[in-house]
């Protein structure tokens, strides 16, 4: 590196990076003032003010120049040409360094789950900006860009939503992935996507979580869209059920909005339509469900209570995720670990939430239904390094002695003692929850179990169940409609990994989905061998 002694410019340092071409210029009097019109072609501007670097060891000034020019990581073809462009920012997720002796805090996965443009996103965004895992200036960066293309409000959503698809049409499809710290616990953010047509790629989400967050609208109009029949708050709760959350919060976003003005009336019309309906999906308004007012483009009442609200005396949303009694979670279980995604980065990697079991770096563990044994490599639990997890955590796994064409999602990950069942017919109880005509044997469906997807067919309906008493018929039943309870026989097109729901509820609980709607939930009863 050199540095010039004056670039043209009274008491001015020109410091120019001759592997990069181009340097940037400070005043040496006040070292905050930087020049970006500068007599020198080298000159560039920089947004980091030199005050702010921490104290040099050994006296290493150039050496402190250099990393900080490293940082900032600008083009070098734009400098040369002389243009003043502000430097891309690139979010880097924080990660809070760990004591060495301190314990491993609690691993909790929320979903965001509601109607389209309830606010999920955005709150998602939100919540990372209250907690320091987005900067501020990362986020001016995406506001500046939101307000060229007239989009103002969605700027916050860009946390999560990352690709220019989401981003252009301001709806989520893939699921989001963010993570944040509270004193007590570690949370990871799934963000759902609330279109109808991405619904599967929502249960892949709902099926890793242990908390659900239902994102309703309080604007006069939109909440009204989303619980009809037809939109996706109704859906998303029922479907959340089914994917075994215990826990739901429902936020009632956008109440800063000019026709709610943080009206309690609003707030209790919508918690009055709700409840009756959590309650026939399988919820305890009492223990399982709390509410609470929000705005998630203000932030109010996400980290602290809201000032327009003296009515609301609970927590706000961030220390009351804070003070939930902690999972149970089963260490000592065998190793199972629903696979949701995978791909090719220098070997096999592959993601997925560890359902139960603990496993460490170069443990030996089986794929199945395939029987492939592989070899962990190396172990990212929300993106950090580590030798060893538990259950209920988040992971990135680099494979060995497997290549990423042999593995679909909805594979599990087991340990050579215990190995996960599998097969292709099984009974299940199923209830029937929107269907116009009946349902006969012979009827195809798509089954969504775990992380798995797969296409199956109603082989035989065995007996039907009194919905109150739990009283099986005693004669077979011809066909099934809307809102019975029946027992039947089910096999898919392929082979599949389950269980009982019994046995372990996480892998025995499904839907079964039909033209873009779900039309039933169920739970395994019991696994039929196949006959040779």
């Not at 959503?157 to 992935?177: F, H, I, M, P, Y």
């Not at 956008?254 to 919820?283: A, I, Q």
């Amino acid at each position: 590196m050199t540095v010039f002694p004056q670039c043209g410019t009274a008491k001015c340092l020109v410091v120019f990076k001759a592997s990069l071409s181009f340097g940037f210029c400070v005043d040496l009097c006040s070292p905050l003032v930087i020049h970006t019109t500068c007599a020198n072609r080298w000159c560039k501007m920089i947004m980091l003010p030199l005050t702010s670097a921490p104290p040099m060891e050994n006296g290493d000034a150039e050496m402190a120049t250099d990393d900080t020019w490293e940082q900032k990581g600008s083009e070098p073809s734009k400098a040369e040409e002389g243009m003043e462009e502000e430097e891309e920012v690139v979010p880097t997720p924080k990660v809070v360094p760990t004591q060495p002796n301190a314990p491993k805090k609690e691993h909790v996965n929320v979903v965001f789950i509601g109607h389209v443009d309830a606010g999920k996103s955005t709150i998602g965004g939100q919540i990372m900006y209250l907690t320091g895992m987005v900067d501020k200036r990362t986020l001016e960066k995406y506001e500046r860009e939101a307000k060229e293309k007239n989009r103002e409000t969605w700027y916050l959503s860009w946390a999560l939503d990352t690709n220019q698809e989401e981003r252009d049409k301001g709806k989520t499809v893939e699921v989001g992935r963010a993570y944040f710290e509270t004193e007590e616990k570690h949370f990871t953010i799934l963000d759902a996507p609330g279109h109808k047509s991405f619904v599967p790629n929502m249960i892949g989400g709902a099926s890793q979580a242990d908390l659900a967050v239902l994102v309703i609208s309080a604007r006069k109009g939109e909440f009204e869209t989303g619980f009809e029949k037809g939109g996706q708050t109704r859906e998303h709760a029922m479907l959340a059920k089914t994917a075994g959350v215990k826990h739901l919060i429902v936020l009632v976003n956008k109440m800063d909005d000019p026709t709610v003005n943080w009206s309690l009336e609003r707030y209790e019309e919508c918690k009055e339509k709700l409840v009756p309906f959590l309650k026939k999906v399988g919820f305890n308004p009492r223990k399982d469900v709390h509410f609470m007012p929000c705005s998630g483009l203000t932030g109010a009442n996400l980290k602290e209570p809201a000032e327009y609200c003296p009515w609301y005396t609970g927590l706000p949303f961030i220390p009351h995720l804070d003070s939930l009694p902690n999972f149970s979670r089963s260490s000592d279980g065998p190793v199972r670990l629903p696979i949701v995604d995978k791909y090719k980065d220098m070997g096999t990697v592959i993601l997925g939430k560890l359902e139960s079991g603990s496993i460490s770096k170069a443990q030996q563990l089986v794929m199945m239904p395939n029987r492939h044994t592989v070899e962990l490599l190396s172990l990212l639990s929300d993106d950090v390094e580590t030798d060893d997890a538990g259950p209920g955590e988040n992971l990135k796994l680099r494979l060995k002695g497997i290549e990423e064409e042999e593995i679909l999602p909805g594979f599990i990950l087991c340990n050579a003692e215990n190995l996960c069942h599998t097969g292709r017919t099984f009974d299940a109880q199923i209830v029937i929850i929107e269907h116009k005509s009946i349902i006969c044997p012979g009827y195809n469906a798509v089954l969504h179990i775990h992380t798995c997807i797969e296409e199956v067919q109603i082989t035989a309906l065995i007996c039907l169940v009194d919905k109150k008493t739990g009283d099986k018929s005693k004669t077979r039943p011809r066909f099934v409609k809307q809102d019975q309870v029946c027992i039947a026989r089910l096999r898919t097109a392929g082979t599949i990994c389950l269980e009982t729901f019994k046995d372990f509820p996480q892998m025995g609980r499904f839907t079964l989905r039909d033209e873009g709607k779900t039309i039933a939930i169920g739970k395994v009863l019991k696994l039929v061998a196949e006959k040779d």
